[in-house]
């Protein structure tokens, strides 16, 4: 009976035990395993994107139009992911601010994205796959020495994200998405590529390094937005 009554005593008092210490690290398995049954989660974050940018702009009011390339431009973006055991939402934005004040046409343009997926994970452990799908909302503001003209639009898009842990702290992640397809509002053609090593800081922060391309191909009513970005990137993202 004594026997009995100790072993009840140590699984109450395991059960009562408090959580590890979050400073101590916790991998992507761990903490999706945490909230299978749990509330949603967030993870959100931030970073710089210096871009190789080349530009073109054009409409039929316009004279001449312009192209608009520039390396080096310094970009912004924003991360927001919310997720409860395989299913997520995945938000991304970001911002570019081309200026070129050369050549025969002089010009300058915003480009602002907004992009939303739903997902759902596959596979487990150190390697996971999520299938995306959802929508990039697309700005585009050119101002030309002829004028200026500002136009949003929506692109439906798919896509996918794998990371894959290659040791403790050390994790491998790509995504990729294509969409426009010209329904409705949307670009003729919209695709982004990009791959980044994290580094596991603490249990609930990351910092990334990677490469980042965006191609975007949108014509309607007359004007005509080309834009080819691309160049490295630094991020940090935290989970809550």
């Known amino acids: 009976m004594r026997t009995l009554v100790l072993l009840l005593a140590a699984a109450t008092a395991e059960e009562s035990a408090p959580a590890a210490d979050v400073d101590g690290y916790r991998s992507d398995r761990e903490v999706r395993a945490a909230v299978e049954d749990g509330p949603w989660r ?52 970001t911002f570019l601010d081309v200026d070129e004040s050369g050549g025969s046409a002089p010009a300058q343009a915003e480009h602002a994205t907004a992009h939303l997926a739903a997902y759902r994970r596959f596979g487990g452990g150190d390697t996971h796959v999520d299938a995306l799908a959802g929508f990039r909302l697309g700005s585009c503001s050119p101002d030309l020495q002829n004028g200026s003209v500002r136009r949003p639009w929506w692109d439906p898009t798919f896509g996918f994200r794998a990371s894959h842990r290659v040791s403790e702290r050390w994790r491998l992640a790509v995504r990729g998405d294509v969409g426009g397809f010209t329904l409705g509002s949307a670009s ?27 191609d975007i191909d949108y014509a309607t009513g007359g004007l005509r937005f080309r834009q080819r970005a691309g160049g490295p990137m630094v991020v940090v993202l935290v989970t809550f």
């Open 42 to 93: 967030w993870t959100a974050g931030g970073g710089l994107w210096v871009v190789s940018s080349e530009a073109t702009v054009s409409k039929d009011s316009i004279v001449g139009g312009g192209s608009i390339d520039e390396d080096g431009v310094i970009g912004f973006a924003v991360h927001v992911d919310a997720f409860r055991g395989p299913w997520g939402v995945s938000l991304e934005g």
């Open 188 to 214: 003729d053609l919209t695709w982004q590529i990009e791959a980044f090593l994290y580094y596991g800081i603490t249990g609930r922060a990351e910092a990334g390094v990677g490469y980042r391309h965006l």
